[in-house]
T-cell receptor, first 116, second 111 residues
Framework: GAGVSQSPRYKVAKRGQDVALRCDPI?????LFWYQQALGQGPEFLTY????????KSGLPSDRFFAERPEGSVSTLKIQRTQQEDSAVYLC??????????????FGPGTRLTVL | KQEVTQIPAALSVPEGENLVLNCSFT??????LQWFRQDPGKGLTSLLL?????REQTSGRLNASLDKSSGRSTLYIAASQPGDSATYLC??????????FGSGTKLNVKP
């Protein structure tokens, strides 16, 4: 595809439900990132993959958050037992190089999660 | 936690003005700094990437500078246009994969 895509674009969940957010990076991109963006704030790092390996998950806010990229392409961010504070836009980005800072990041449009 | 601060938080200017957006960071040991644009309801679009060894980058009407020693970067927009209205974010890379973002400057260019 031409860019990073994410689905769904909008998700409304009742508190306590599990949700799964999908990211399709640009084909061939080695690095993949997930960010959480609260209203009026900049994105905050959640986790980083290099191919299928999750090399950094230090930004995941709790053990209810889980991310995977089993074949080194599509990635899924799963949130279990959603809470109201999980409401945010979840952004995915990919980068060509394994050296994430060497190439620019390309961002998807995000998934806006609202937990009621 | 690394801190990235952007000033001002919001800016409104008439069309045609030149303007400067500011970004400051607490730790000068950065790998690179990237400026992004975010339009409402959309993802981020990369504008300029400055490696730690560089002092500035230019693209069209945009010029970004980097002063690592003082922990500052500026984004200069020349001859602003209404289409430049968006939120501008700077992001700093401190290790090989972790970016820290500022909260952004919301720019409104009035026709």
């Amino acid at each position: 595809g031409a860019g990073v895509s994410q689905s769904p674009r909008y998700k409304v969940a009742k508190r306590g439900q599990d949700v799964a957010l999908r990211c399709d990076p640009i084909s061939g991109h080695v690095s993949l990132f997930w960010y959480q963006q609260a209203l009026g704030q900049g994105p905050e790092f959640l986790t980083y993959f290099q191919n299928e390996a999750q090399l950094d998950k230090s930004g995941l806010p709790s053990d209810r958050f889980f991310a995977e990229r089993p074949e080194g392409s599509v990635s899924t961010l799963k949130i279990q037992r959603t809470q109201q504070e999980d409401s945010a836009v979840y952004l995915c980005a990919s980068s060509l190089s394994r050296l994430a800072g060497y190439n620019e990041q390309f961002f998807g449009p995000g998934t806006r999660l609202t937990v009621l | 936690k690394q801190e990235v601060t952007q000033i001002p938080a919001a800016l409104s200017v008439p069309e045609g003005e030149n303007l400067v957006l500011n970004c400051s960071f607490t730790d000068s040991a950065i790998y690179n700094l990237q400026w992004f644009r975010q339009d409402p309801g959309k993802g981020l679009t990369s504008l300029l990437l400055i490696q730690s060894s560089q002092r500035e980058q230019t693209s069209g009407r945009l010029n970004a500078s980097l002063d690592k020693s003082s922990g500052r970067s500026t984004l200069y927009i020349a001859a602003s246009q209404p289409g430049d209205s968006a939120t501008y974010l700077c992001a700093v890379l401190y290790n090989f994969n972790k970016f820290y973002f500022g909260s952004g400057t919301k720019l409104n260019v009035k026709p």
